[in-house]
């Protein structure tokens, strides 16, 4: 079965820094991929996904994801961070257009000022 | 109001009690999702349902059950609570090109249940 994983449970990063989110999927071929943020006390927003076509995905809020398939990773990330970037982020991987998408455990975000 | 809403936002209940969550969407979306949200779980999908009438498993579909006479509403019923379906609740609607993982799923505010 399809699984997707995110080796950070927590990450700090100061204001203004570069920002790098970890996600790595468990699946022989190429599988439909999503970012989600979840804000405290939120539902989950998307930020971003990949279907096919340009590995590298503009996302909203400044975010971009690069699919790599050779290292089946699709990692998220943000040039210069901001203090309302504080939140969770989750990776999530659906097999094909019919399955169900599988969400990762999260990366918690926290920014120093 | 426009968007996917749902109630109660809060629930304490107590263990062997039935108690339903309710999940409304006015965008018509065909497909609908319930997910349980635990520390150190993540989100993982109780049920779906591809259309009115239509619902199927997910992850963790033991003890619920899940009813859509109408396309807008989605109602999870836990039908005798339990410790261990203390969670937040999240329901979310997606559109119906492509299926299920190919659009934008939209999630609802989330219900805080505590079963006592």
């Known amino acids: 079965a399809q699984s997707v994983t995110q080796p950070d449970i927590h990450i700090t990063v100061s204001e203004g820094a570069s920002l790098e989110l970890r996600c790595n999927y468990s699946?022989?071929?190429?599988?439909?991929l999503f970012w989600y943020v979840q804000s405290p006390g939120q539902g989950l927003q998307l930020l971003l996904k990949?279907?096919?076509?340009?590995?590298l995905v503009q996302g909203i809020k400044g975010f971009e994801a690069e699919f790599k398939r050779s290292q089946s990773s699709f990692n998220l990330r943000k040039p210069s961070v901001h203090w309302s970037d504080a939140a969770e982020y989750f990776c999530?991987?659906?097999?094909?257009?019919?399955?169900?998408?599988?969400f990762g455990k999260g990366t918690r975000l926290h920014i120093l000022p | 109001d426009a968007g996917i809403t749902q109630s109660p936002r809060y629930k304490i209940t107590e263990t062997g009690r039935q108690v339903t969550l309710m999940c409304h969407q006015t965008?018509?979306?065909?497909?609908m999702f319930w997910y349980r949200q635990d520390l150190g779980h993540g989100l993982r999908l109780i049920y779906y349902s591809a259309a009115a009438d239509i619902t199927d498993k997910g992850e963790v579909p033991d003890g619920y059950v899940v009813s859509r006479s109408k396309t807008e509403n989605f109602p999870l019923t836990l039908e005798s609570a339990t410790r261990s379906q203390t969670s937040v609740y999240f329901c979310a609607s997606e559109g119906l090109a492509g299926g299920p993982g190919t659009d934008t799923q939209y999630f609802g505010p989330g219900t805080r249940l505590t079963v006592l």
């Open positions: 965008w018509s979306h065909s497909y």
């Open positions: 699946y022989g071929a190429t599988p439909y």
């Open positions: 999530a991987v659906a097999v094909n257009r019919d399955d169900k998408i599988i």
């Open positions: 990949y279907f096919s076509g340009d590995t």
